[in-house]
């Protein structure tokens, strides 16, 4: 066996992607990867030697398959064809796994052709595993989109030590059930010596399930047996690097950025913001409503109240992607042109990805933050809010449904799916008592700071170890 890396992360995409260069349309440059999994997961790895990352490019024709160093790890890139990209990531990823995993917000589809695309690039990131990994290393595997990799490395390299983290919901069995694949899906989860979710929820829901499949018994409240071994099966709750972003969002770039903002804004007395991708689990629509319905009952007038919504473009192959832009776009022209003024629209939506820096901006210009998620398995930009207000002041608006909401608790917490509910939350945020607003802040900030991304990488793999 070559040598290779103690610790090899694998996810479905790496922690950089190609785009297009601006000033080559032919070539490429990298950015960022989208994401709570790269956003957390990069700093948390930086304390660590011998790293190899394998992923996607999420490649723009100019297909890179050499491997390459960035940031002290070793990336190793999987290619996908298009056609392949159609079957395993816009469609068993994104067209069955993530509206299943996510409470069926959406009507999941169940297709012959995308499992088999999805097992044949499972193999492909296994393979690209087995090569990458020293002998008994440890393998971290990231997300839904590759949850069978686990059981083709136990028949290929039986040595290593395997865990999994699912970064979105796990389902109640009662919806998981419906997936023509369970069996499969459950058998390979369960070839992992760690499975990690963010919540004691979802943790309980892949035991039930395992246990109710006959695949498992259960060895006390987080551990499972199958075949003869043990697995650990509870939560890790993702954070962010928190004191990266509270040193970032001091610096004089992003105040000074923040007051230009609300100046361009015409200083209204409350600016309330919303950042996510465009996609139908954000609950998007459902605060635009709320707060179209404030403006045409008075409540919120379009002089003193502004919402900046940020939607980066996602998944824009598959269906329900085009449906919500479609209607979200449709929701902001008509609010503004009920209630802006000329030059003064009321919702202000920027459908583009943004620099982290403009982002901190916008969290320090905002009183109050939308995150008013439908299902979100943590939901890491409630997280950088609450990093980034070095006053203490500022309202987070916080869906019970994101699994931010068990850690969060000094939020005000709406359920998204009661309108009147969630125009009431905003009003109570817009209107908090000052001294109130810090008091919960402060706590707020306590929580994310004692459990950040270094802590969770710790901790996962400290359970690792330990199996
Ligand atoms: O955390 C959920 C997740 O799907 C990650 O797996 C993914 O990297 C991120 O959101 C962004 O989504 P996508 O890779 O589909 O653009």
């Keep these: 066996m070559k040598p290779g890396a103690q610790l090899v992360v694998v996810a479905n995409r790496l922690p950089v992607k190609q785009i297009p260069d601006p000033d080559n349309a032919a070539d490429f440059v990298w950015g960022v990867s989208p994401g709570g999994l790269v956003a957390a997961l990069t700093p948390s790895l930086a304390s660590y030697d011998d790293v190899a990352w394998v992923g996607w490019t999420g490649h723009i024709g100019v297909e890179m398959t050499e491997r390459f160093r960035h940031d002290n790890m070793e990336l190793i890139p999987v290619a996908l064809t298009e056609d392949e990209k159609e079957l395993h990531y816009d469609g068993m990823s994104n067209g069955t796994f993530w509206p299943l995993y996510h409470d069926k917000v959406r009507a999941p589809e169940f297709h012959r052709t995308w499992w088999d695309g999805y097992k044949l690039i499972n193999r492909r990131f296994a393979e690209a595993v087995a090569d990458a990994a020293a002998p008994n290393a440890r393998v971290w595997i990231h997300d839904y989109q590759l949850q069978l990799v686990a059981g083709l490395l136990r028949e290929t390299r039986p040595d290593l030590r395997v865990g999994f983290f699912l970064h979105i919901p796990f389902p109640p069995p009662e919806l998981f059930n419906q997936l023509p694949w369970r069996t499969e899906i459950t058998s390979a989860l369960l070839d992992n010596d760690v499975v990690g979710f963010q919540t004691p929820d979802d943790a309980e829901n892949f035991s039930r399930l395992a246990v109710g499949l006959?695949?498992?018994?259960?060895?006390?409240?987080?551990?499972?047996?199958?075949?003869?071994?043990?697995?650990?099966?509870?939560?890790?709750?993702?954070?962010?690097?928190?004191?990266?972003?509270?040193?970032?969002a001091k610096q004089h770039g992003v105040t000074t950025g923040a007051s230009d903002l609300r100046a361009q804004l015409g200083n209204p007395r409350v600016v309330m913001l919303g950042v996510d991708r465009l996609d139908y689990t954000k609950g998007?629509?459902?605060?635009?409503?709320a707060f179209g319905e404030l403006l045409a009952e008075g409540k919120l007038s379009s002089h003193d109240a502004t919402m900046i919504q940020v939607a980066e473009p996602s998944r824009d192959k598959v269906n329900a992607y085009v449906d919500l832009r479609e209607r979200v776009e449709r929701l902001v022209g008509a609010i503004n042109g009920a209630h802006g003024r000329l030059g003064f629209p009321v919702v202000h939506y920027l459908h583009q990805s943004r620099p982290f820096e403009d982002l901190l901006a916008l969290y320090r210009a905002a009183d109050v933050m939308l995150v008013t998620p439908f299902r979100d398995g943590m939901n890491l930009?409630?997280?950088?809010?609450?990093?980034?207000?070095?006053?203490?002041?500022?309202?987070?608006?916080?869906?019970?449904?994101?699994?931010?909401?068990?850690?969060?608790?000094?939020?005000?917490?709406?359920?998204?799916?009661?309108?009147?509910?969630?125009?009431?939350?905003?009003?109570?945020?817009?209107?908090?008592?000052?001294?109130?607003?810090?008091?919960?802040?402060?706590?707020?900030?306590?929580?994310?700071?004692?459990?950040?991304?270094?802590?969770?990488?710790?901790?996962?793999?400290?359970?690792?170890?330990?199996?």
Excluded at 222 to 238: H, K, M, T
Excluded at 438 to 450: E, N, P, S
């Design 284 to 289: 998007i629509d459902v605060r635009l409503r």
């Design 214 to 248: 006959g695949l498992a018994s259960s060895e006390g409240k987080w551990a499972l047996s199958a075949d003869g071994r043990s697995i650990e099966v509870r939560a890790f709750p993702i954070g962010i690097d928190e004191e990266t972003v509270a040193y970032k």
């Design 381 to 467: 930009v409630a997280k950088e809010y609450v990093a980034s207000r070095p006053d203490e002041s500022g309202v987070l608006v916080l869906s019970e449904f994101a699994g931010a909401a068990t850690e969060l608790t000094d939020a005000v917490i709406v359920n998204p799916y009661d309108l009147n509910g969630l125009k009431a939350a905003i009003m109570s945020a817009v209107n908090m008592d000052p001294a109130e607003g810090r008091h919960r802040m402060r706590a707020l900030q306590a929580t994310v700071r004692h459990n950040d991304a270094v802590t969770w990488a710790r901790s996962f793999l400290a359970a690792l170890d330990a199996t």
